[in-house]
């Protein structure tokens, strides 16, 4: 069985955190609401990963501050670890520039927009609501 390791961003702006949606041609989770990152590659330490991912795909450069969470499931045949961490804008007037291979949508919510895009089983959700209850 393969395992991959992700690192993901809680990007935290004025009391909101930015949320993307997958690309419909997405093969795992199309559509599905997401904060954003995606694999590190060899060579690379996690917070690596995310600056660079994060610069594909919303075209934003960010600094990575602490982690906030871990978590492994099954995809598949494949064991997936995930590292999230908080980060914020290097520049906060920076505009994000959507990759549309990786995503159709992005929204920045406030707490109580929460429920709106993720159940209580979603790792991402989870994620995001630990993000609120610490920062």
């Not at 690596?48 to 600094?63: F, H, M, P, S, Y």
């Not at 045949?77 to 959507?98: G, K, M, R, Y």
């Not at 990759?99 to 429920?115: E, F, L, P, R």
Request: hydrophobic share 40%.
């Amino acid at each position: 069985m393969n395992h991959r390791v992700v690192a993901s961003a809680v990007i935290y702006k004025d009391n909101h955190i930015l949320i993307a949606k997958r690309a419909a041609t997405k093969k795992v989770f199309p559509n599905a609401w997401e904060i954003p990152g995606g694999k590190v590659e060899v060579g690379e330490s996690p917070q690596q990963a995310l600056k660079r991912e994060v610069k594909e795909e919303l075209g934003i450069d960010i600094e990575v501050m602490q982690p906030l969470c871990v978590y492994s499931s099954q995809i598949g045949n494949e064991w997936w670890t995930e590292i999230d961490f908080v980060a914020v804008l290097l520049l906060p007037s920076q505009t994000i520039t959507l990759n549309t291979h990786d995503h159709s949508d992005y929204a920045w919510i406030n707490q109580s927009q929460i429920d709106e895009y993720f159940d209580e089983t979603d790792n991402n959700g989870r994620a995001v609501r630990q993000a609120f209850q610490e920062l």
